[in-house]
């Protein structure tokens, strides 16, 4: 029997009551498909932590999580713990740490959720979105001179290498080719002549080994009026950092909110562990009642499936959080239902269906 070990980081907030129910799911398929299992070991890492012990997680914490297969991650951050440390002494620490270069962010419109295009006809809002995740405009590089004077400038440095740019690129053209689809290319090369030129040339370079690929190629002025305006034009999308944290919250809203936006984090080599998690934060307003939407995090397992080989039961969760949303029995209160986070999780057992 094949063994797939998870480290579970509930985190903070409302991390822990979904991520419960994603876990659920996960032991669940495992049993209707009995040839795998998972073993979760848990990592009280996060705020409360960070309270205690002035660090948000063990100081090994990634030579721990390192044996893992995949990491699985609530949500982390509270009000009184600055996000530069929230964010940065975790999430950023294990996405830098394992070379998570690959954000996937699916964005479906799945029946049940009401289409906030009334121009559109919903199955065009159907795309998979990959960002680069360790470069580019969030790398961290620029400077501050000449502060409080009159002439204070801050320099905000992009930094794009060509072992950052190829690789990305050529994930995603791994992925068009693999579910036989176009890819778009969101870039601003007329405004950026360093930068964004750079990639557009290695998106051109890395296009003629991909023959099979349709291509496109917008300006992200461009696509985010596309996007609102003709969605259908997107399915495999690949674009950088800062566009691609931004994009992805437009596709968010475009697919449901946040209740139902997941997003994984890779290490395609699988060097290191990739981490799953919703990519909601910790909702302190809505904490500790049990009412948290969990359909995110379960959207999430489905990735983690997905990356295990798993495409099938992928899918079949994807079908089984879109039946729930259809019957609309067992809801949370974000989609007007009355239900609870576990009420929710349970229907979405119920509604999953064995393949073999
Ligand atoms: P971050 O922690 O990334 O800064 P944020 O504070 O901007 O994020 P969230 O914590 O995600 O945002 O919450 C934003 C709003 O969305 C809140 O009102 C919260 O209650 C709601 N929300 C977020 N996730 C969920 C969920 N899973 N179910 C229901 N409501 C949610
Ligand atoms: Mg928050």
Same mark, same amino acid.
């Given at each position: 029997?094949?063994?797939?070990k998870?480290?579970?980081?509930?985190?903070?907030?409302?991390?822990?009551?979904?991520i419960?129910?994603?876990?659920k799911?996960?032991?669940?398929?495992?049993?209707?498909?009995?040839?795998?299992?998972?073993?979760?070991?848990y990592?009280p890492?996060?705020?409360?932590?960070?309270?205690?012990?002035g660090?948000?997680?063990?100081?090994?914490?990634?030579?721990?999580?390192?044996?893992?297969?995949?990491?699985?991650?609530?949500a982390?951050?509270?009000?009184?713990?600055?996000?530069?440390?929230?964010l940065?002494d975790?999430?950023?620490?294990?996405?830098?740490?394992?070379?998570?270069?690959?954000?996937?962010?699916?964005?479906?419109?799945l029946?049940g959720?009401?289409n906030?295009?009334?121009?559109?006809?919903?199955?065009?809002? %159907?795309?998979l979105?990959?960002?680069?995740?360790t470069? =580019?405009?969030? &790398? *961290? !590089?620029?400077?501050?001179?000449? $502060?409080?004077?009159?002439?204070?400038?801050?320099?905000?440095?992009?930094?794009?290498?060509?072992?950052?740019v190829?690789?990305i690129?050529?994930?995603?053209?791994?992925?068009?080719?693999?579910?036989?689809?176009?890819?778009?290319?969101?870039?601003?090369?007329?405004?950026?002549?360093?930068?964004?030129?750079?990639?557009?040339?290695?998106?051109?370079?890395?296009?003629n080994e991909?023959?099979?690929?349709?291509?496109?190629?917008?300006?992200?002025?461009?696509?985010?009026?596309?996007?609102?305006k003709?969605?259908?034009?997107?399915?495999?999308?690949?674009?950088?950092?800062?566009?691609?944290?931004i994009?992805? %919250?437009?596709?968010?809203?475009?697919?449901?909110?946040? =209740?139902?936006? &997941? *997003? !994984?984090?890779?290490?395609p080599? $699988?060097?290191?562990?990739?981490?799953f998690?919703?990519?909601?934060?910790?909702?302190?307003?809505?904490?500790?009642?049990?009412?948290?939407?969990?359909?995110?995090?379960v959207?999430?397992?489905?990735?983690?499936?997905?990356?295990?080989?798993?495409?099938?039961?992928?899918?079949?969760?994807?079908?089984?959080i879109?039946?729930?949303?259809?019957?609309?029995?067992?809801?949370?209160?974000?989609?007007?239902?009355?239900?609870?986070?576990?009420?929710?999780?349970?229907?979405i057992?119920?509604?999953?269906v064995?393949?073999?």
């Amino acid at each position: 029997m094949k063994v797939h070990k998870i480290a579970v980081i509930p985190g903070d907030g409302i991390g822990p009551e979904v991520i419960d129910e994603g876990v659920k799911v996960l032991q669940r398929i495992a049993e209707l498909d009995g040839s795998f299992t998972f073993e979760f070991d848990y990592f009280p890492w996060g705020c409360e932590y960070y309270a205690k012990n002035g660090k948000m997680m063990d100081d090994n914490g990634l030579d721990i999580l390192k044996n893992y297969d995949a990491i699985y991650l609530g949500a982390v951050g509270f009000p009184g713990v600055p996000d530069h440390i929230s964010l940065w002494d975790l999430l950023l620490k294990i996405r830098k740490g394992f070379d998570q270069y690959v954000n996937l962010r699916p964005i479906k419109l799945l029946n049940g959720i009401p289409n906030a295009l009334s121009n559109v006809p919903r199955e065009n809002i %159907d795309m998979l979105f990959i960002r680069e995740n360790t470069e =580019g405009e969030y &790398a *961290g !590089a620029g400077d501050w001179l000449n $502060k409080g004077r009159e002439d204070e400038i801050a320099l905000q440095t992009g930094v794009f290498t060509r072992k950052g740019v190829e690789r990305i690129i050529r994930y995603a053209f791994e992925e068009a080719r693999k579910q036989g689809k176009s890819l778009t290319s969101i870039s601003k090369g007329n405004a950026m002549q360093y930068s964004m030129v750079f990639w557009d040339q290695i998106f051109e370079e890395v296009a003629n080994e991909y023959p099979d690929v349709k291509i496109d190629s917008y300006l992200v002025d461009a696509a985010s009026m596309l996007l609102i305006k003709d969605p259908k034009r997107f399915e495999i999308v690949v674009t950088t950092n800062l566009f691609g944290d931004i994009l992805t %919250d437009l596709g968010a809203a475009l697919a449901g909110g946040l =209740g139902l936006a &997941a *997003g !994984a984090n890779v290490n395609p080599e $699988k060097t290191f562990p990739s981490m799953f998690e919703p990519i909601h934060g910790s909702a302190p307003d809505i904490a500790g009642q049990g009412i948290a939407n969990p359909m995110a995090t379960v959207w999430s397992a489905s990735q983690i499936l997905d990356f295990f080989g798993y495409e099938q039961w992928g899918n079949q969760v994807i079908q089984a959080i879109e039946k729930t949303l259809v019957d609309k029995k067992v809801l949370t209160p974000d989609l007007e239902g009355s239900s609870t986070t576990a009420d929710v999780g349970d229907e979405i057992i119920n509604n999953l269906v064995k393949i073999k």
